[in-house]
């Protein structure tokens, strides 16, 4: 590969990597195995003075810069050295060479052009995380957009690349979004060359935009002077387009229905989130990425108690849901007269809640059953309770000879008889007693 400059010394230019309004990217290596990426700016600087405007400003953005790397992120990108060529005169930054796709490599073929909404959640944080930081060391990146976002193949990040308009003058900056910048990604205050912290979360909001609908909300159709006018009318005035229904109309293909569904299915504080970063006055949106990246952290953790608690009616629409499309199959049948098979039959489905329910109920039933065979004491049969008025019948049959009457012999008294419906009382009645002393009689007397 031949060299096109000499870019500094020990730094060797591998070839050019992307070319665009805010300059250059080439591949670049020092001596040695490390590779790296360097962004040249299109503006020289003639001569390396305080007088010179442009070095001056040059200079004060990339002393910024710098505090950027004062802490690692794994979400920004780290920016190694700066400088003027050594043939050109052109400021130059040199980052670190992320290996790996951008966002719009990977919203065009062989990939998906729509991410599945965990993966644009991921996205959101990580993106999120770069801004927060950027912007509490009060750098302003200025050039969000979707290959300025790259997905590092050895970390599984995704890292905010390019700052090379961040060290342009105000002026320099300007004149490169009027006639080179993407205006697809640019806030409607860029249009004046107003660069703020908002501004940032606009472009944020147009990268998860696109990653859900499958195109930015005002496409730029051609090169073209006017259509470029229309993008920025669009972003200046225009409504933003419905996100669902172009989500709907980008689904792959080869997504089956239970997936389609499922991804049709974006939540609410993230639709929410990104309206409020599309908002045309930059007052309406977040402050910064601090407040992004807090806005997204609480929403999230509330949505998740939500989601548990919007369970069920959710699995009562995808119900709903499959059976309409059934129904929609039986007219298809009836209409075209061919049999199509019901992917449901024989299918019971029912929601999460019923079926908690049953199994807490079954549960219940088995510790109750357990509690009364293993812990109740067995019952004990009552005795035999003897009737208030009862009397005694002597023994007439001879088989109890050895028995007399019960105050005679300290013996168990003989069955008892239930009383009559008139009361029978049996008494000894006592004679005179005789001469003979021996023997004693006794009569009784039947009182009725």
């Not at 040059?58 to 910024?64: I, L, P, T, Y």
């Not at 996205?123 to 302003?140: F, I």
């Not at 007269?337 to 039933?365: C, H, Q, Y």
């Not at 050895?402 to 004679?431: C, F, I, N």
Request: proline share 6%; net charge negative; hydrophobic share 40%.
């Amino acid at each position: 590969m031949s060299k096109v400059f000499t870019i500094a010394e020990g730094l060797e230019n591998m070839g050019a990597l992307r070319t665009g309004g805010q300059g250059s990217v080439y591949k670049g290596r020092r001596f040695g195995p490390i590779i790296t990426a360097v962004k040249i700016l299109p503006t020289p600087v003639h001569v390396e003075s305080e007088d010179d405007k442009n070095f001056k400003s040059f200079q004060n953005e990339v002393e910024k810069l710098k505090k950027v790397n004062e802490e690692p992120n794994p979400n920004v990108v780290k920016i190694l050295s700066s400088g003027l060529t050594e043939s050109g005169s052109f400021p130059f930054i040199e980052m670190e060479y992320i290996d790996g796709p951008d966002l719009e490599e990977l919203l065009k073929e062989p990939h998906e052009k729509i991410f599945t909404v965990k993966e644009v959640i991921r996205v959101a944080d990580h993106l999120a995380n770069a801004l927060a930081h950027c912007h509490k060391v009060a750098v302003k990146h200025g050039d969000i957009k979707s290959n300025n976002v790259k997905f590092n193949i050895h970390t599984g990040n995704y890292v905010l690349l390019d700052f090379g308009l961040s060290a342009m003058s105000d002026e320099q900056r300007r004149t490169s979004i009027r006639h080179a910048g993407a205006i697809e990604f640019m806030a409607p205050e860029q249009g004046e060359g107003a660069m703020l912290f908002e501004t940032d979360i606009y472009s944020y909001g147009v990268i998860l935009y696109e990653l859900l609908a499958g195109q930015v909300p005002f496409p730029l159709l051609d090169n073209g002077q006017k259509s470029r006018n229309d993008v920025m009318l669009g972003h200046l005035e225009l409504q933003v387009p419905d996100i669902i229904a172009l989500r709907k109309q980008h689904l792959p293909e080869n997504w089956r229905d239970a997936k389609a569904i499922n991804e049709m299915q974006v939540p609410g504080w993230l639709l929410a989130m990104i309206a409020k970063c599309l908002e045309k006055d930059p007052a309406k949106r977040y402050a910064d990425g601090v407040a992004l990246q807090d806005a997204i952290v609480h929403s999230s953790t509330a949505d998740s108690s939500g989601y548990a608690a919007d369970l069920a009616g959710n699995s009562l629409l995808q119900l709903e849901n499959e059976r309409l499309q059934n129904l929609v199959l039986h007219y298809q049948e009836a209409g075209s007269g061919e049999k199509v098979p019901d992917r449901n039959a024989g299918l019971v489905v029912i929601s999460k809640p019923v079926f908690a329910v049953l199994v807490l109920t079954v549960v219940f039933m088995i510790a109750l059953l357990s509690y009364f065979l293993l812990f109740r004491e067995p019952e004990t049969k009552p005795e035999k309770e003897k009737p208030a008025n009862s009397f005694i019948v002597p023994d007439t049959t001879g088989q109890n000879k050895d028995r007399g009457y019960s105050w005679d012999k300290g013996q168990e008294p003989a069955d008892t008889v239930p009383e009559a419906d008139t009361p029978v009382q049996l008494k000894p009645v006592p004679q005179q007693q005789p001469a003979d002393t021996t023997v004693m009689d006794l009569d009784t007397t039947l009182h009725f």
